[in-house]
């Protein structure tokens, strides 16, 4: 099994940037396709950006396209979301998760592991 553990959230000011960082450990981290999701308050967990296990493919939510990045480190089996711009509306608990493919990697019920999550939150 994969264990993941997310870090890096906290509190920023709107216009600001964050960092979140995934440490992967239990078996290859190289070999999963890797995502970020969030759940904001109230709502459902939503799909906020992937990347493929060579890092050179990445994907992103039309929320989240031009403002965040993912990048992964494989030989130090952690994932990143570099967070730019940040809105209040970005407010929410981020989650890493892990699965073997990228088929329907928008879709949390695609994901083998999750980590325990993050929390972010932008101020107006």
């Known amino acids: 099994q994969v264990q993941l553990v997310e870090s890096g959230g906290g509190l920023v000011q709107a216009g600001g940037s964050l960092r979140l960082s995934c440490a992967a450990s239990?078996?290859?981290?190289?070999?999963?396709?890797m995502g970020w999701f969030r759940q904001r308050p109230g709502k459902e967990r939503e799909f906020a950006a992937g990347?493929?296990?060579?890092?050179?493919?990445?994907y992103y939510a039309d929320s989240v396209k031009g403002r965040f990045t993912i990048s992964r480190d494989n030989a130090k089996n952690t994932v990143f979301l570099q967070m730019n711009s940040l809105k209040p509306e970005d407010t929410a608990v981020y989650y890493c998760?892990?699965?073997?493919?990228?088929?329907?990697?928008?879709?949390?019920?695609?994901?083998?592991?999750w980590g325990q999550g993050t929390q972010v939150t932008v101020s107006s």
């Open positions: 998760a892990a699965a073997t493919g990228p088929l329907g990697y928008t879709l949390s019920r695609n994901y083998d592991y």
């Open positions: 990347i493929i296990w060579s890092g050179r493919n990445t």
């Open positions: 239990g078996r290859t981290f190289s070999s999963y396709f």
